[in-house]
């Protein structure tokens, strides 16, 4: 061993889904199957590369001022990140600081232990129920905060405002979060409905799945003024300038188009009702997606075997080798025509 | 006091240089004032906005390999992040985990201590010379760690590979980084031509100042094989899809075009030439300066009358309010006519 190898800090990576180079259909990290708004495009083309030598806006405002227009949230209730990965990731270390464990489901975003882990957060999984539900009434305890994702992923299973209310209620003391990653999917309301009843409310969302901006890595939280100033504060302090240019214009024109999210999010609605259809009828089981993926497992056919089956005809699935769910699939709704392709490839390797 | 406000950790934010809104001679944040190379237009342009939808490459591979034959580095001995803040907070994270504390000068950049204190990593500043010079004897001690900017900021001092190269016969245990993020201004080499004889030598450098392209967020570091991998290790743990698709093309397009760069850094190093014998005329010393930078202190005219009489003419230049510097301006090298207009402006405040 060299004498400085001691100093570096050693973890197991985490592995992403599977990026392949060639062309497969990718029904496998959850992205959109349709292309963000054309205004996305129009503010790519309309940047100026001559102004890319100044550093871009600290605070990302023509970003901030887009979204409170959408939302109608104050600019100052508003934070934004290089994706809803460095959001919570910002959150975990300004919120959760006390010596209680924070709480999260046991299946759940794969990321919460890991940041846990990483700035030394005591933690505690809750175990979802047996149909893969959370269950409200184990967060009414002492904790040192909680979070959790709305619907959850990957079940695709969605909660109600009363349900994100009774958690609050019992949790005043600590910073609630509420990962609504999937929220657009949903017919269930965001909790952003919640934030003028609670201060210790933040959501987080993502333009990475409903508006098609995963390669522009863009995510934002809404809060009360507090916790967004006290998440702005622990950001500059380490790093004043996170979000690029490019970014905060392409990110700004997508907000301003509502009506394209709209229409995006319909369309891979109406292809994930089909699915969960079709999916039916070959003998898988699922909660009612409120996604834009299905969790599946099927009644004969072990979840791995399909997974590997379906990867050598060029189809990628999530299949994730866990406790509880090694017999489950992840299938992110792509295009019909993509699902259709799905379909016909389940037939044979189920026949 | 409301009850969750107890869990939130709390930090004096950092103050970055002023970004004013309105049109101003802007000296304050060593930004270039010269475009970025013109394929980096070209590469957003080209960009198709579908592809948004994907989740970038998280390897950054394009500028990776773009980086590698620029440079004549293997790719596996590069690390890429959003600016070199993202760089340094991660070789923080990764590198300086020991409970010797780790040692920077007490005048360079403001966010060494920062990360110290944010990843709790003990350290010790150590004080630059009278002329502001780094002893590299003071170095030759027990330590967790080495880190220093070549050239230092704000002193605008470079130092030479020997000197480098006796911080690190001295320091073979643990990890020394140099951030060479003025480098190229500077006619001494970078140290990553000690890479072949130090395996436990990181050097940092960003597209922000001779690229010209501070908004777009581009940072990067060569080290050996088993450094890199161990910061990909960190990152990935925690972070998967941090460089957005914009900033891996234009950069991968930037990097290709290294004569333009050479260009840009003659324009540059020609104009400060002419700016350190004008501000010598006018009564300043100042460190022979080896960056986009001059620190200066004039004879009689306290500093930050200077900087404040400048601002009132829509002048910004730098003013430190710390011990050993506050009677210094740091001024960004602009372009000819703007080094002008503070000539003039310094003329009638100094008369």
Redesign the interface.
Known sequence: M????D????????T?GE?PKRPVI?LN?N??????S?S??QA??A?D??????????EALPLVKALSAAYGVEEDQIFVG??S??VL?MAF??????EKPILFPDITYS?YD??AE?FRIPYEKVPLDGTFHIGKEDYYREN??VIFPNPNAPTAIAEDLDFIRDILRHN????VIVDEAYIDFSEKPSAKELLDEF??LLVVQTF?KSR??????IGYAFGSR??IK?M???K????????????QM?GAAAAADQDYLKHTVQKVVATRERTQKRLAELGFSFPKSEANFVFASHKTKPAREIYEALKKKDIYVRYFDKPRIYNYLRITIGTDAQMDQLFDALEKILR
């Open positions: 060299k004498a400085w190898e100093k570096i800090r050693r973890v197991v990576p985490y992403p990026q990718k990290t992205e959109c199957p349709y292309p963000p054309p996305v495009e790519m083309r940047l590369a001559d102004t890319l030598r100044l550093y871009p806006d600290t290089v994706g990965d460095d990731a270390m300004t919120f959760f600081q006390g990321f890991v940041w990483l040192g905060g005043q003391d600590v910073i201060e210790n990475s098609a901006m995963a390669g522009m890595r507090e916790l006290a702005k504060d622990i500059y302090s380490f790093n004043s300038y996170t979000m690029n240019l490019p970014s392409a």
